[in-house]
């Protein structure tokens, strides 16, 4: 059973950076495929970023250029560097991991970008 905890999440302006975090238990992290989404009011959930096990990374494109996604599989955490934030990009965003098809969500941790 694996539980997911994001941390990070908090108000910026517009133009800052923020870097949100996932921290996540069980034995299977560095096997599982781990992504962010988010999703604003009145919006469906969205992809922002998946990175594989082999650290190939994806993006959505209203973030290319912007995010960064990484993992530490020594620590068992997930980070999303976000830089240049702008007030599209707020929302609540979640931590997701998929093992062997067994799929894990976080609480959401909220970003408001607002100034």
């Known amino acids: 059973q694996v539980q997911l905890v994001e941390s990070g999440g908090g108000l910026v302006q517009p133009g800052g950076s923020l870097t949100l975090s996932c921290a996540a238990s069980g034995d299977n992290f560095r096997l599982s495929f781990l992504a962010w989404y988010r999703q604003a009011p009145g919006k469906e959930r969205e992809r922002v970023a998946h990175i594989r096990t082999t650290g190939v990374a994806g993006y959505r494109d209203s973030v290319k250029g912007r995010f960064t996604i990484s993992r530490d599989n020594a620590k068992n955490t997930m980070y999303l560097q976000m830089n240049d934030l702008k007030s599209e990009d707020s929302a609540v965003y979640y931590c997701?991991?998929?093992?062997?098809?067994?799929?894990?969500w976080g609480q959401g941790t909220q970003v408001t970008v607002s100034g």
């Open positions: 997701y991991l998929d093992y062997i098809t067994r799929e894990y």
